[in-house]
């Protein structure tokens, strides 16, 4: 059975950081393109970062280049997020995904809220 179980969201404050899990189990995340979006209240879903499958090359839009860094471990089978220099525009709900092919997973989303 497929799943992507998000966790690491929370409050923090400008300028905090926070890293966030993507465990998964059904596939190897190795195998995968994984991606991380975001969803801020009232907008839409917007992708922050990617990490290919094999080569493991990694992406980013430029409103968190520099400060979001994706990663994976293939022996725990997660994704990581690391969120760095964080800002109140940062808050949002955070979602991991996997794609292969026609093949799209989605996790259920976690909360980071950034606010003093």
């Known amino acids: 059975q497929v799943q992507l179980v998000e966790s690491g969201g929370g409050l923090v404050q400008p300028g905090g950081s926070l890293r966030l899990s993507c465990a998964v189990s059904g596939f190897s995340v190795s195998s995968y393109v994984m991606r991380w979006y975001r969803q801020p209240p009232g907008k839409g879903r917007e992708l922050v970062a990617q990490i290919t499958n094999y080569a493991g090359s990694t992406s980013y839009p430029v409103s968190v280049k520099g400060r979001f860094t994706i990663s994976r471990d293939g022996t725990k089978n997660t994704v990581y997020l690391q969120m760095n220099s964080l800002k109140p525009e940062d808050t949002a709900v955070y979602y991991c995904?996997?794609?292969?092919?026609?093949?799209?997973?989605w996790g259920q989303g976690t909360q980071v809220t950034v606010s003093s």
């Open positions: 995904n996997a794609i292969r092919f026609s093949t799209d997973y």
